[in-house]
């Protein structure tokens, strides 16, 4: 394969970013196989934007040569509260229902490599948090803490200082050429970019990707305020996200009931699901009485976008084409877990003793 085919790989969606392509196109020319990683903390139970979006990115990696990881971040895990702040829940959530939420999306062990932080962290590893926090400001350290979730003045434990660090030094202990995780790291990723030249000059890209909007719709940051954000799914709030393991009722009762404003595609979580999960794959058809226009086949987010927007597709017709679609991309996930409870009741066990 080519490096121009690769590239368009690395950027379909949900890529939002790449920082840069020039670095990516000089990583393709210099490794065949380029090493690639994405961190997460282990929480609650796993949507759409952390399931089904990054094995859809992951994918195309594979696809383009490059070798994934995806890093299982207990220690960022305890340091953020997750799971109680109880290591050992952390540990075996991890190594458990985590994991094998990315194999039943079909990203096996002999596909992707699953690296526990605390089985990977040595010496070396603090001794570069160290460096990294010895040439970070405390107030730029403070901005990147959003990564996390916070905003820079809620009341926050001191060890929170050290996550980006962390973070930062994960990629450089790693040795990755890419850097992949949603939009809300690229704080991060840029303090890694800044500081690569003091670490051995490990020129990397950093891939970000798209968040899906909560199906709750947007959220006023301040009710004086006018400016509104689009609040991402969430897994601390169940009617914000679809689980990958969802049942095909839950689907489409989520579905049902999210915001979907007519001819409104911007901040619309079910356009958004369609245009980056369904609509990257393969062309969606609308099915539909013949009196509000017949069946519609939309090959692609720009004839979506188009037709939603001139107000040609009805929200009802537009949810029910993505529940279904959704419904049919999902189905390994529910067939997997129905075969593997053990690993759905690990998070039943973590939700009676929080």
Request: aromatic share 8%; charged share 30%; net charge neutral.
């Amino acid at each position: 394969m080519d490096i121009e085919t690769k590239i368009e790989l690395v950027k379909k969606k949900p890529t939002e970013e790449i920082v840069t392509e020039q670095s990516l196109r000089e990583i393709f020319e210099a490794y065949e196989h380029p090493k690639h990683y994405i961190g997460f903390e282990i929480s609650g139970k796993v949507h759409l934007g952390t399931g089904l979006c990054t094995t859809l990115k992951i994918r195309d990696f594979i696809q383009a040569g490059i070798k994934p990881t995806i890093f299982l971040a207990d220690y960022h895990s305890y340091i953020n509260g997750k799971l109680g702040g109880d290591m050992e829940k952390i540990r075996k959530v991890a190594n458990g229902y985590f994991k094998h939420c990315f194999v039943s999306l079909g990203l096996p062990e002999d596909k992707v490599e699953y690296v526990l932080a605390s089985e990977f962290y040595d010496n070396d590893y603090w001794a570069d948090v160290l460096k990294v926090a010895k040439d970070t400001t405390m107030k730029r350290m403070l901005r990147c803490i959003t990564i996390m979730g916070r905003k820079e003045e809620e009341g926050m434990k001191s060890s929170v200082i050290f996550y980006p660090a962390m973070q930062a030094a994960d990629l450089f202990g790693l040795d990755v050429q890419i850097a992949h995780a949603g939009m809300d790291q690229r704080k991060v990723h840029m303090l890694a970019h800044e500081l690569a030249p003091k670490f051995g000059n490990r020129k990397f890209a950093s891939v970000h990707g798209h968040l899906l909007p909560s199906l709750l719709g947007v959220q006023r940051m301040n009710p004086d305020e006018e400016a509104v954000v689009d609040a991402k799914m969430s897994k601390s709030k169940p009617d914000s996200a679809i689980f990958i393991h969802d049942s095909e009722d839950e689907i489409k009762k989520k579905i049902s009931k999210a915001y979907c404003p007519e001819k409104v595609a911007e901040g619309n979580p079910v356009f958004e699901m369609a245009e980056y999960l369904v609509l990257r794959e393969r062309p969606m058809k609308i099915e539909r009485p013949a009196k509000f226009g017949g069946d519609l086949e939309i090959p692609d987010a720009a004839a979506l976008r188009t037709v939603y927007s001139e107000g040609k597709l009805h929200p009802m017709d537009l949810k029910n084409s993505v529940a279904r679609e959704l419904i049919t991309m999902l189905a390994p996930c529910r067939e997997y877990f129905a075969k593997n409870k053990e690993y759905l009741e690990q998070m039943k066990e973590v939700e009676i003793t929080r």
